[in-house]
T-cell receptor
Framework: DAKTTQPPSMDCAEGRAANLPCNHS???????VYWYRQIHSQGPQYIIH???NNETNEMASLIITEDRKSSTLILPHATLRDTAVYYC???????????FGAGTTVTVRA | ETGVTQTPRHLVMGMTNKKSLKCEQH?????MYWYKQSAKKPLELMFV???????ENNSVPSRFSPECPNSSHLFLHLHTLQPEDSALYLC??????????????FGPGTRLTVL
């Protein structure tokens, strides 16, 4: 799996958009970008994934740069319940292994 | 609710005990996983089963023994554990490799304490 780099922590204000960056400069052509999050003491939760195109679902939007070397997860209206560790992972669809790094600890403040 | 359940949620055991962790998925998935999450460390993949066959074993000590009797159930049998094995043990399932959507769905975890 390609290595990903994320900031260790970030704060955001409740009700505002939260933009979480991820660098994956060594990503290969068949690797997708996956985002998961883990709320304290719970199992990780899948958020979204993409290959080249931007993606949106009910939880978030994923913006992938044209060269695919970086991406941004956008939580459009952050709530206190979005406080969690967010993991950016590069993996192919044939990979069983998801390499969870340290992630970004996001704290949403009222 | 993710469709993946784990029991027990909390377990305290001595180093000489034998216990088992159970995972059940109600999603019709073909692959199941055990992960370990120690305090302040990233998740570590332990075992992967696909269609009830073990496809990955990440150099896990033999005191951890997985069992997958069918595609819906996964067990982790524990014996003669060490205090450093205390961690959150997470089970996950996915549709399987090569499928259109291979995202993993996690259970709530079992918090294990070894005394």
């Amino acid at each position: 799996d390609a290595k990903t780099t994320q900031p260790p922590s970030m704060d955001c204000a409740e009700g505002r958009a939260a933009n979480l960056p991820c660098n994956h400069s060594t990503i290969s052509g068949n690797e997708y970008v996956y985002w998961y999050r883990q709320i304290h003491s719970q199992g990780p939760q899948y958020i979204i994934h993409g290959l080249k195109n931007n993606e949106t679902n009910e939880m978030a939007s994923l913006i992938i740069t044209e060269d695919r070397k970086s991406s941004t997860l956008i939580l459009p209206h952050a709530t206190l319940r979005d406080t969690a560790v967010y993991y950016c992972i590069a993996a192919s669809r044939n990979d069983y292994k998801l390499s969870f790094g340290a992630g970004t600890t996001v704290t949403v403040r009222a | 609710e993710t469709g993946v359940t784990q029991t027990p949620r909390h377990l305290v055991m001595g180093m000489t005990n034998k216990k088992s962790l159970k995972c059940e998925q109600h999603l019709g998935h073909n692959a199941m996983y055990w992960y370990k999450q120690s305090a302040k460390k990233p998740l570590e993949l332990m075992f992967v089963y696909s269609l009830e066959e073990r496809v990955e074993n990440n150099s896990v000590p033999s005191r951890f023994s997985p069992e997958c009797p069918n595609s819906s159930h996964l067990f982790l049998h524990l014996h003669t554990l060490q205090p450093e094995d205390s961690a959150l043990y997470l089970c996950a399932s996915s549709q399987g490799s090569g499928s259109r959507d291979n995202e993993q769905f996690f259970g709530p975890g079992t918090r294990l304490t070894v005394l």
